[in-house]
């Protein structure tokens, strides 16, 4: 069974960053479209940025220019780049495929502060 980890989550005022990783027990990102979610307080869960094995990405209208999804097969890590952070992009932050085929992990927490 796959597990999955995220980190680097933490408080952020308005306008920092922080590098959010997820990592797999084993090499999944080669063969499977890979997918940042989150989902804020009294909210769904929604995918904000995918990663292809080709390269390709895509992003959530609301987080696209600020997020920058990546990914490094030989460490088994995605990563997910958040620049310029805003108050609405405070949530617990996971990753999975875009199947969401994998046990989800526990996330990591991004709070952004006003």
């Known amino acids: 069974q796959v597990q999955l980890v995220e980190s680097g989550g933490g408080l952020v005022q308005a306008g920092g960053s922080l590098r959010l990783s997820c990592a797999a027990s084993?090499?999944?990102?080669?063969?499977?479209?890979m997918g940042w979610y989150r989902q804020a307080p009294g909210k769904q869960r929604e995918l904000v940025a995918s990663?292809?094995?080709?390269?390709?990405?895509n992003y959530a209208d609301a987080v696209k220019g600020r997020f920058t999804i990546s990914r490094d097969n030989d460490k088994s890590t995605v990563y997910l780049q958040m620049n310029n952070l805003k108050a609405e992009d405070t949530g617990v932050y996971y990753c999975?495929?875009?199947?969401?085929?994998?046990?989800w992990g526990q996330g990591t927490q991004v709070t952004v502060s006003s």
């Open positions: 084993v090499s999944i990102f080669r063969f499977n479209v």
């Open positions: 990663l292809a094995s080709s390269g390709y990405t």
């Open positions: 999975n495929s875009v199947r969401m085929n994998f046990v």
